[in-house]
């Protein structure tokens, strides 16, 4: 077997592990209030503040240097479900959404992120890699303030059997985080 044919076999395997994990993934209630039943339902969750360097980490003024987010666990196997970054780009005046969704997803029905019982905001999927499925989103003052206010999104994607697929993001500590990202 020649060096191609042992990458491609190894890609498609991890490839197939992933989806195999994602397949097996049921979201937690989309009702609930708080990361507790989030937690309670097999994921690790929390917002937390990475900055791009040392010098970030301890600078006053993070914006630009730093973003927040939560990254969501399966607790016994350790596998990805959803990443959800928010950073404020030198380049642009509204903050930006990244999501890392799990492989194993349809494209073309795109992502719908719900704050509380709001209006859903649609969005596409732009590529995916071995290591996920990556959206992008404009976060405008408004979106931002009902995240700050909210206590939970839900995260909807379809999954590859035509089945929606629910996730819920706490929005418990996200204004902590905004406060040191926009420093």
């Known amino acids: 077997m020649n060096k191609y044919m042992k990458y491609i076999a190894a890609v498609l395997l991890v ?5 195999f994990a994602f397949q097996q993934y049921s979201a937690p209630d989309a009702n609930a209030q708080d ?18 360097d040392e ?3 301890k600078s006053e003024n993070k914006r630009g ?5 939560q990254r969501q666990d399966m ?25 890392i969704l799990p492989m194993g997803i349809l494209l073309q029905p795109g992502v719908k992120l719900t704050i509380d019982d709001g209006k859903p905001l649609a969005f596409q999927v732009r590529y995916c890699l071995p290591n996920g499925c990556y ?5 405008n003052d408004d979106l931002m303030d009902r995240l700050s206010k909210g206590n939970q999104a839900t995260v909807e994607v ?15 500590g996200f204004t902590k985080a905004l406060d040191q990202v926009q420093g």
Do not use: H
């Not at 490839?15 to 989806?19: E, M, Q």
């Not at 990361?35 to 791009?52: I, P, Q």
């Not at 240097?65 to 987010?69: L, R, S």
């Not at 379809?158 to 418990?172: C, E, F, M």
């Open 158 to 172: 379809t999954k590859a059997d035509g089945q929606p697929l629910r996730i819920p993001v706490p929005l418990k």
């Open 135 to 139: 959206a992008y989103v404009s976060l």
């Open 75 to 99: 607790k016994d196997s350790g596998q990805r479900v959803i990443e959800f970054a928010i950073g404020y780009p030198a380049d642009q005046s509204n903050a930006r959404g990244i999501f």
């Open 65 to 69: 240097k730093c973003e927040m987010f």
């Open 55 to 57: 010098e970030a980490t």
């Open 15 to 19: 490839l197939g592990v992933g989806f």
């Open 35 to 52: 990361a507790g039943a989030a937690t309670a339902a097999g994921l690790k969750t929390a917002w937390a503040v990475r900055c791009n």
